[in-house]
């Protein structure tokens, strides 16, 4: 027998980096919702490790299609401070590799695949997703 989480780090590598807690389909969507494994994370200016967590919040994330049904990820992350009193910033959201970015409302993969069509299409309008 396969564990959910198992199959999907299988299908989707950048799950084995948080640990999926739910998968379910909802009006023809497929929802996943994964949180952080914790531990430390770094500072994206100073690159100072840190695990003293100021809040934690949920990110909604659009990933590639799977079936033909659109995949939305609700990714439970964790606002960590920087401990480097050098560093001019105070806290900073940890980032999952492969699956989020600073900013980014879709994953690095949706973000490709959205990338190719346009280029394809050359500004003619797009499939709808």
Known sequence: MVRCDDLIGVLSPQFRAVLVERVFTECGVVH???????GTASCPDCEFPSSHVHSCYERRLD????????????????????????CGRRAFVE?????????????????????VVAVALAGQAGPVW
């Open 32 to 38: 996943i919702v994964p949180r952080t494994l914790g």
């Open 63 to 86: 990933d590639s299609p799977v079936s033909d049904q659109p995949v939305v990820i609700a990714l439970s992350v964790r606002r960590l401070y920087c401990d480097n009193s050098l």
């Open 95 to 115: 980032q999952v590799a492969g699956l989020t970015f600073r900013y980014g409302g879709r994953t690095p993969v949706s973000r490709r695949v959205l990338a």
